[in-house]
């Protein structure tokens, strides 16, 4: 096992935690890292410099990790994964076995990722593949995105979209199925959108009281994508 002298770990938190499945058992952690309470990396594993986790993240054998990179607590980064520079995975997250996750990504709060098309058959498991989420990709709260998916670089995705087919870059995308509804470079203007609360907590509030947009404003690709995007 191989640990930077500045890694900040919290009590209760296991470095190298032994992997079955793997005969390299070298964990490789950078410069900076900071462990809160509960996170387990296991062995096998390559990550860079400044990796800062919430509480109870695990981070299996066999992934590669950039620098500056933040998991958030109760994640899981499985087996296998490959993630990028800066990339910010919220809490609550599941990163299946085989994910790649381009540099400058997030993942919002509960955001689920799949690898198996077909679980419990073999010939699945034989082929068994994350997606891959392009650089810059934004993911909303309680995505949900299915194998073998290219989401593409810079891409926004809707609350509560389940992904099931390949996204162009710079697209916004939302619902069950996931459509591409937009461009990112043509959302409205999120000040004309909202207005201060100075009464509550929650110290903005939509301008006309709901997502939607009054203007109906189309983009370029002939629909409003003012709407149902919040991460």
């Given at each position: ?42 062995a ?39 993630i ?18 381009g ?43 299915l194998?073998?998916?290219r ?32 461009l ?8 004309a959108r ?18 939607g947009s ?12 003012t ?5």
């Amino acid at each position: 096992m191989t640990t930077h002298p500045t890694v900040n770990a919290d009590p209760g938190v296991q470095i190298g935690y032994p992997a079955a499945r793997v005969a390299d058992q070298e964990l490789v952690l950078g410069d900076g890292a900071r462990l809160r309470s509960g996170t387990i990396l296991y062995a096998g594993s390559r990550i860079g410099d400044r990796f800062e986790t919430g509480h109870h993240v695990v981070v299996r054998e066999q992934c590669e990790i950039a620098d500056d990179v933040s998991v958030w607590s109760n994640s899981v980064i499985d087996y296998g994964c490959r993630i990028g520079a800066g990339v910010k995975i919220h809490t609550n997250c599941y990163v299946a076995q085989y994910t790649e996750i381009g540099p400058g990504a997030f993942l919002a709060p509960g955001v689920t990722i799949a690898n198996d098309l077909y679980p419990g058959r073999a010939e699945s498991a034989e082929v068994m593949s994350g997606p891959s989420i392009g650089a810059g990709a934004q993911l909303g709260v309680n995505v949900t995105v299915l194998p073998f998916v290219r989401i593409g670089a810079n891409c926004l995705v809707g609350a509560g979209s389940v992904v099931t087919r390949d996204l162009p870059a710079g697209t916004v995308a939302f619902g069950n199925p996931a459509r591409v509804r937009g461009l990112v470079g043509e959302l409205e203007d999120i000040s004309a959108r909202v207005q201060p609360d100075d009464a509550s907590a929650s110290r903005y509030r939509f301008s006309n009281g709901s997502a939607g947009s009054t203007a109906g404003e189309k983009t370029g690709l002939g629909v409003s994508v003012t709407m149902e995007v919040a991460g």
